[in-house]
């Protein structure tokens, strides 16, 4: 008797993006090729729980974003967490996305290795694998270290084989590595501090956006947490 239909999943990838850069869209766009994603949605996050807010405004790094995947296919920009009050919690993202796709949708929430480091201090942490699949990426410039408790809950379900990740909604996580692209979002923001070219890092149309006002903005940001 033949099983269920599988859907593909979806990836949700959120960030500061101050600036987006290309580093992020290669991320995006090699993980919805390698897992087979349906698409992935680029989530801006409005105030960010664990740092202080960019120096950039909030809707300019919407437009950044906006800019950067709308001529991408399977990248879509999704604004719940900058039209959302209060802090930008993932997991009230994923559990709202889980609430409009249902029950049988699999979802993958892509993080990288700095995210992941960090993950044990989210809120709700223990809880997102009853929404989403978790996908640890490797980044050239952030090795791997997660907290003990994140291995313990993790223990048992890693899976190797991106097929898996349709086969259930939610609870496994996979390890991925894509080509390495030293792009960060710090070194952007001190190259135009520097009054230097940032052509090659950012997508054209960014680049071709920024104002004035958004280089001293950016300029002044030095948190690498907002790579």
């Known amino acids: 008797m033949p099983g269920p239909e599988l ?8 960030g500061t ?17 390698q897992l087979g994603l349906e698409r992935v949605l680029v989530l801006p996050a409005g105030s960010p729980p664990h740092r202080a807010a960019p120096s950039v ?11 950067a ?24 993202s994923v559990a709202a996305l889980r609430r409009e796709l249902g029950a049988d949708r699999p979802l993958c929430l892509l993080l990288g290795d700095d995210a992941a480091n960090q993950f044990h201090t989210w809120h709700r942490w223990r809880e997102m694998l009853d929404l989403a699949h978790l ?23 890693r899976v190797s084989d991106a097929k898996a990740l349709a086969q259930a909604a939610h609870g496994c996580w996979m390890a991925c590595s894509i080509p390495p ?9 001190r190259l135009l501090a520097a009054g230097r070219s940032i052509r090659g890092l950012v997508p054209d149309a960014v680049a071709d956006s920024l104002s004035v006002a958004d280089i001293d903005a950016l300029s002044r940001d030095e948190d690498p947490a907002y790579d």
Do not use: M, Q
């Not at 270290?145 to 223990?155: C, E, G, H, I, Y």
């Open 69 to 92: 995947v709308c001529s991408e296919p399977g990248l879509e920009i999704d604004t719940r967490e900058t039209a959302r009050g209060g802090p930008s919690y993932s997991y009230d």
């Open 181 to 189: 692209l030293a792009i960060s979002s710090t070194r952007i923001r």
């Open 57 to 67: 405004p909030t809707a300019r790094r919407v437009e950044w974003t906006r800019l």
């Open 135 to 157: 996908i640890f990426v490797e980044r050239p410039y952030e090795p791997p270290s997660p907290s003990p408790d994140l291995v313990a809950l993790l223990r048992g379900r």
């Open 7 to 14: 859907k593909a999943p979806i990836g949700i990838f959120g």
């Open 17 to 33: 993006f101050a600036p987006i850069h290309n580093g992020h869209l290669r991320l995006a766009i090699e993980l919805r090729e």
